[in-house]
C-alpha cells in the first residue's frame, strides 16, 4: 500500500514538471516574438523626430511705373516712348459724339473753316481703341503739331496747302483715298461725317 501511494505521488511529481516545462516553452516562445516585435518597431522607427520642412513663399516683385513722355501717364518701362499717331477728328455737331476722344493722351482743338472747330487726337499705338473718328480733311498748321510728336498724320484729303506740303515734304500719313481698308466708312451715319479707324489698323500701317 505505501510502495502504491509512493508511486502515485512519484507519477503525479512528473506530471507536474512535464506541465512546467511546457509552460515554460511557451512562455520562452513568447517572449521570442514579443522581443522579435520589438526590434522590428525599433529598427523601423526613423531615429528623431520628423523635421518639418517650411517653404518660403515666393518674393513678389514689386511693380515699377514711370512717367510716360507723351502725357504722363504712370506705365512700366517698356511704354515710356510707345509709337503714336495723330488723328484729324471732325467736330462738327452732325459728327458729335466722337469716338475715341476719351482713349487719346493729347487733344488739340484748332479753328478749320469758318466757325467749325477741329480736333488733332494723339494716341499712343500700344492701346487699343477699336473706334476714332469720325475722321476729316488736313490743314497745315496740324501738319505742324504732329511733327513735333514724330506722329504721322491720318486725315481724309485736306486743304492744297496741306496736301502739297505732305507731298512735297514726304510726311508719314494715312489718307483715305488711298487707304480704304484701313479707314472704313461707318453707314450709321451721313458722309462726310462717318469716316473712322482703329488703333490696331494704325499699327498694321505704322508697326508691322
Not at 502725357?71 to 499717331?85: C, F, I, Q
Not at 469716338?99 to 494716341?123: H, K, M, N, W, Y
Request: charged share 20%.
Amino acid at each position: 500500500m505505501v510502495s502504491l501511494f509512493r508511486h502515485r505521488i512519484s507519477e503525479g511529481t512528473h506530471t507536474s514538471e512535464v506541465s512546467s516545462l511546457r509552460g515554460l516553452r511557451w512562455q520562452i516562445v513568447a517572449f521570442g516574438f514579443g522581443l522579435a516585435a520589438l526590434a522590428w518597431f525599433v529598427f523601423t522607427r526613423p531615429f528623431g523626430s520628423p523635421q518639418r520642412t517650411e517653404q518660403t513663399p515666393p518674393t513678389a516683385t514689386p511693380l515699377v511705373l514711370v512717367a510716360r513722355e507723351l502725357d504722363g501717364v504712370l506705365v512700366t518701362p517698356e511704354h515710356v516712348r510707345p509709337l503714336v499717331a495723330a488723328v484729324l477728328v471732325d467736330n462738327f455737331v452732325n459728327a458729335r459724339p466722337q469716338s475715341g476722344l476719351d482713349r487719346a493722351s493729347v487733344v488739340i482743338e484748332a479753328p478749320a473753316e469758318a466757325a467749325i472747330t477741329r480736333f488733332l487726337v494723339i494716341f499712343p499705338l500700344d492701346v487699343d481703341v477699336p473706334e476714332i473718328g469720325p475722321i476729316r480733311s488736313a490743314r497745315p498748321y496740324f501738319i505742324d503739331w504732329s511733327l513735333e510728336y514724330h506722329a504721322p498724320l491720318i486725315h481724309v484729303g485736306g486743304s492744297p496747302d496741306a496736301l502739297g506740303r505732305m507731298a512735297h515734304d514726304a510726311i508719314r500719313q494715312l489718307d483715305e483715298w488711298r487707304n480704304e481698308a484701313l479707314i472704313w466708312r461707318s453707314k450709321k451715319r451721313p458722309m462726310p461725317h462717318n469716316t473712322y479707324t482703329s488703333t490696331e489698323n494704325l499699327r498694321v500701317a505704322f508697326v508691322q
